[in-house]
């Protein structure tokens, strides 16, 4: 079963607008949630995460918002450059249960261009 | 420190040979982690690493699979008798202790093909 879902393969955005990336999960008992963003050819970069406890965070020119109830997360990019246009993956973080770690879960991913 | 370092960067290889990825970590991270990327999809969970222990390993990972992490530093990904479904991104990365919410860092990856 997929835990994480990105429903939309490409999102077209022009310079300056607001890009809204969007990602579904199944599973409440995740503890944080991540985006990462990746370039051809090299690996994905953590860019903003957030925990299950709160409903926002910031960072610069990103914001990712979490809805529990609708078990549904976003990132938002304002203003949006030419230089984001990557693939933008979601991916939920949980703890092995009585353990110490955990892993990472991921999206399908959203190619993400940004027109100047 | 230069991140995590994957090595090589590409490889072909024919059908039922073996191959071999290595991982450097960045040198405080005790907790290494493999990723596999196919085309259009997230990456997806392999196997993980604290210190030199394997914790955990996914279905994913057949037999024909092996990774280890001597002495807790670097990290090798070996698969035996591959097959062209193994055509994929091999993904390293490595986190300190509770990096759950900081993310992961990766490195670029290997590239597999296998004709």
């Known amino acids: 079963d997929q835990q994480v879902k990105q429903n939309s393969p490409s999102l077209s955005v022009q310079e300056g607008r607001i890009s809204i990336l969007n990602c579904d999960y199944t599973n409440s008992m995740f503890d944080y949630f991540l985006w990462y963003k990746k370039y051809p050819a090299e690996g994905p970069t953590f860019l903003i995460s957030i925990s299950s406890i709160k409903d926002k965070n910031e960072d610069g020119r990103f914001t990712v918002f979490l809805n529990k109830s609708a078990k549904h997360l976003s990132l938002h990019i304002v203003p949006s450059q030419p230089g984001d246009s990557a693939v933008y993956f979601c991916?939920?973080?949980?703890?092995?249960?009585?353990?110490?770690?955990?892993?990472?879960?991921f999206g399908q991913g959203t190619i993400l261009t940004v027109h100047p | 420190d230069t991140g995590v370092s994957q090595d090589p960067r590409h490889k072909i290889t024919k059908r039922g040979q073996n191959v071999t990825f290595r991982c450097d970590p960045i040198s405080e991270h005790n907790r290494l982690y493999w990723y596999r990327q196919t085309l259009g999809q997230g990456p997806e969970f392999l196997t993980y690493?604290?210190?030199?222990?394997?914790?955990?390993k996914s279905r994913l990972l057949s037999d024909r699979f092996s990774a280890e992490r001597p002495k807790g530093s670097f990290s090798t990904l070996e698969i035996q008798r591959t097959e062209q479904g193994d055509s994929a991104m091999y993904l390293c990365?490595?986190?300190?202790?509770?990096?759950?919410?900081?993310?992961?860092?990766f490195g670029s990856g290997t590239r597999l093909t296998v004709v």
């Open positions: 690493f604290q210190n030199e222990a394997q914790l955990e």
């Open positions: 990365a490595s986190s300190p202790q509770g990096g759950g919410g900081y993310g992961y860092t």
């Open positions: 991916a939920v973080y949980t703890n092995a249960g009585g353990t110490s770690y955990g892993k990472l879960t």
